[in-house]
């Protein structure tokens, strides 16, 4: 079988201004897992829109802090956290 090779130059503001915004969602949670970048808005939420406020960028870091944390905690800690999300 023939190999061929091909060459897509792709400039990445097109690329990014071409994706719908779930396809821009599944990106930033795909560079997020690789550990490339950190949520600074809250998730479903468009950064043009408004600025963050001082409490939204303090709740995103505690999320991200918890999420790095995981692993790391204890049982009873990961019940207390499901148990607050239970509530809401």
Same mark, same amino acid.
């Not at 600025?51 to 800690?77: A, F, G, T, V």
């Given at each position: &079988? *023939?190999?061929?090779?091909? +060459? /897509?130059? /792709?400039? /990445?503001?097109?690329?990014? +201004?071409?994706?719908?915004?779930? #396809?821009?969602? #599944?990106?930033?949670?795909?560079? #997020?897992?690789?550990?490339?970048? %950190?949520? =600074?808005? *809250?998730?479903?939420?468009? *950064?043009?829109?408004r600025? *963050?406020?001082?409490?939204?960028?303090?709740?995103? #870091? &505690?999320? !991200?802090? $918890?999420?790095?944390?995981? $692993? !790391? &905690?204890?049982r009873?800690?990961?019940?207390?956290? %499901?148990? =607050?999300?239970? %509530? +809401?």
């Amino acid at each position: &079988m *023939p190999e061929f090779e091909t +060459y /897509v130059d /792709v400039d /990445v503001d097109d690329f990014w +201004y071409e994706c719908s915004t779930r #396809e821009k969602e #599944e990106f930033i949670d795909m560079l #997020e897992t690789g550990g490339w970048v %950190k949520r =600074i808005t *809250p998730k479903g939420t468009d *950064p043009s829109e408004r600025q *963050p406020s001082m409490l939204d960028i303090e709740w995103q #870091e &505690m999320c !991200n802090k $918890l999420s790095e944390l995981r $692993l !790391n &905690m204890s049982r009873e800690d990961e019940d207390l956290i %499901k148990e =607050i999300l239970k %509530k +809401y």
